[in-house]
């Protein structure tokens, strides 16, 4: 992944998760280990996040 967006519901002080594009999400503390996602795969992530 070449751009990382860090999410607006992150914390100041580091526990942070970033979204790459392509897709891809990481631990802004672990910027070198990373999760690719399939678009279904993201879209299921989300689904599942948004309702818990």
Do not use: F, H
């Not at 992944?1 to 100041?12: F, L």
């Not at 790459?20 to 990481?26: A, D, E, K, L, S």
């Amino acid at each position: 992944m070449s751009t990382w967006r860090k999410s607006s519901y992150s914390a100041n002080d580091g526990n942070c998760v970033e979204v790459g594009r392509g897709i891809g999400v990481r631990d802004s503390k672990s910027p070198s280990s990373e999760l690719s996602l399939t678009a279904e795969q993201w879209s299921r992530l989300l689904r599942q996040v948004k309702s818990s």
